[in-house]
């Protein structure tokens, strides 16, 4: 209902020529709600199709959130049930580095992904207590090689009329 959902569904539930990536920490590719429903899955530390959920299952979440099957009589409906799903695994259980990250998403671009969905990101909880007003100075002081690196990713990603989603994060920072 805070998304309204079935509202969107009167309009589509998706597409199976759409492709939404999901690059987070692995993904369970035999769950019963994304039977049919996998393209190329990749996972960027062993290079291969070899995705697999971790203990914590965010990507599975993820996953399941964006494209569960829908009447299936098991669990939930994703938003765009009928629509493909390119898991990309980019985190090994211990970090999450940028350049796993960037990689995946470079993965999905380049293998036609319509939507990539980045849920993963840093811990910002230090930040918590700053007022806003720094909080928005420490971020204009930050790596500009970072600034420069993401604003690649953009360009790449709008060349290949590709959507990133970003996560706003859950350490209620700015």
Not at 47 to 74: C, F, K, M, P, Y
Request: a negative charge; glycine letters at 8%.
């Amino acid at each position: 209902n805070a998304i309204k959902t079935y509202a969107a569904w009167d309009v589509t539930r998706g597409n199976e020529d759409v492709v939404v990536a999901i690059v987070d920490d692995g993904i369970n590719l035999i769950h019963v709600e994304f039977r049919n429903m996998i393209v190329k899955p990749y996972n960027v530390f062993t290079q291969s199709e070899d995705v697999r959920e971790s203990e914590v299952g965010q990507g599975t979440h993820v996953a399941g959130l964006a494209i569960a099957s829908a009447n299936n009589q098991s669990g939930i409906a994703g938003v765009a049930p009928n629509c493909k799903l390119m898991p990309i695994q980019v985190f090994d259980g211990v970090m999450c580095l940028t350049s796993s990250m960037v990689s995946g998403i470079a993965y999905a671009i380049h293998n036609c992904a319509v939507v990539v969905n980045i849920s993963i990101g840093p811990d910002m909880s230090h930040l918590r207590g700053i007022s806003d007003d720094e909080q928005i100075s420490l971020s204009r002081g930050m790596d500009r090689s970072d600034e420069l690196l993401w604003n690649r990713v953009l360009d790449m990603a709008e060349r290949h009329n590709t959507i990133l989603v970003f996560s706003a994060g859950n350490d209620n920072v700015v």
